[in-house]
């Protein structure tokens, strides 16, 4: 199947990033919009759009909703290849958002398979497994806005999804993409819709989206950027440009100066977002950490606070320094005990953190030019890049595995370099090779 557009529905930035990322190798334009009413804005020049729902830790009706809202502008754009992006390990309002897509009328079949081996992510026997701990029990699961209950995928999609969930093992799997595609057709003569699909290597997410390109029906792929890289197996990827030649990029008006320092902006608890900043601090004697657990702060002292913490790293940035901003408190053991769990509490935890850092990205931007932002987690880059006036990412670059590089689309700092990373990706001294190789 030959395609126009190719479109991505995540929910969540990072995610929508990491996954359009898989994509650079075919030489296509990567366009990922920050909001879902931002899609129609970066579609201009893009062969790939990726739409951000910002779904993952809202209500699951409103999840519902943004999914459908983002398919209809996909689909009136000329959208031709579709992918539904979820997390690897399982946050967010899956059921609900495949709700949204079955009741669109533009799929039969959902195959999902989360599984992203890189990550040591894989699911066996229906049951999803982090460097081999089942789901449930790894520190993500804790997640204060999205708590994970269940290990077996099948599970976890029914909790906001009432029909059957039928489920492709793994002896299926490697017996290749003509035995996978045979028992999707039972399930789906029996009126089964949404599939879950075992998978533990690279081979087997090959498998699975081979399957998804000889099945008879109109099937929606959905996983993670880890399924995500082979849907040329189950669509025609053709390359609108010649041979060697790249998607351009526009770079003006932003040119920042030579030596001009690197902003990182975290609003992730993650353990391994803290081990980032630490092994980068303990080795560029140029960085400086500035940690602001902000939402401990009484309520009427946090705008005071605020503009403390952001004088400080102005300070900082106008002395030739690259500053790391960790506003996400110590832990999520710690978030859940200091808001008792409850939502309100944590929304209000939540907003005070992006609102500190999206003011800090604004006055710094404001006042001291910017080699490039990093921001980790996905709701610190929306309110991050949004109080700058972007409306979306090119994706120009690979990082590391999973983690993109990409130029700012829209407003005052358009061509800005941006750098997006989940929590819980990438190695103790990922941040550090990011700000040694950036550009």
Known sequence: MSLSLIGL???????????????????????????????????AGADVVVANTQSRNIDPHAAYRQVRTALDKLAAGGCRAWYKKIDSTLRGNIGAELKAVLDSGVFDLVIT??????????????????????????????????????????????????????????????????ALAAKAKEYLAAGIKVLTADAETERDLRQIASAAGVLPCRVLLCGSAGLFRYLDEAYSLANP?????????????????EGAPVLVLSGSPAQMSKRQIQYLEDRRPDTVVVAADIAAVPEGEAAAKTMEVISTVIGHLRAGKNVALDAAGTSKEAILSQTRGMREQLDRFSSTVQTLLRDAAAAAAAQVPLAALVLFGGDTAVAVLKQLGGQGIAIVKEMEPYIPLGRLIGGAYAGLLVVTKAGGFGSEDSLLRILETRG
Request: aromatic residues 6%.
């Open 9 to 43: 529905i995540a929910d969540d930035l990072t995610g929508a990033m990491d996954a359009g990322m898989q994509l650079l190798s075919r030489r296509l334009a990567i366009h990922t919009a920050l909001t879902v009413d931002d899609v129609e804005a970066v579609m």
């Open 113 to 178: 398979a989360p599984a992203l081996p890189y990550n040591k992510r894989t699911t066996i026997n229906g049951i999803h497994y982090v460097d081999g701990v089942e789901l449930a029990e790894i520190e993500l699961a804790k997640d204060p806005f999205a708590p994970i209950a269940y290990s077996e995928i099948g599970s976890i999609i029914k909790t906001q999804f009432e029909g059957e969930v039928g489920h492709l093992p793994l002896d299926t799997v490697r017996r290749g993409s003509g």
């Open 241 to 257: 440009r010649g041979e060697g030649e790249k998607p351009k990029v526009d770079r003006e008006p932003y040119a920042p100066p």
